[in-house]
């Protein structure tokens, strides 16, 4: 897959797992973006470590479940972060 397609499927990848995960998340696009990204890649090392598929072509539903799995990983793990940080400055 390109690097633009690879963009925009973490584009539109990170605004479904923000809509998908419920409460209030924070950032524009760009944040989305690289949310998205930062999932898909997670995603895509995580297929093929654990069931040995990765991310082939941008049409490839397979490709599509596993960045939405990954970006919903990150975003958990960004929500506890900022949840910890906000705490403590209460």
Known sequence: MSIIGFLILGLIIGALAKLVLPGKQGGGWIATLILGVVGALLGGFL????????????WSLQTWLLALA?????????????????SSRR
């Open 47 to 58: 297929g093929s470590a654990i069931f040995g598929v990765g991310l082939e072509e941008f």
């Open 70 to 86: 990954g970006s919903l990983i990150v975003l958990i793990v960004w929500g506890l972060i900022r949840g910890r940080a906000g």
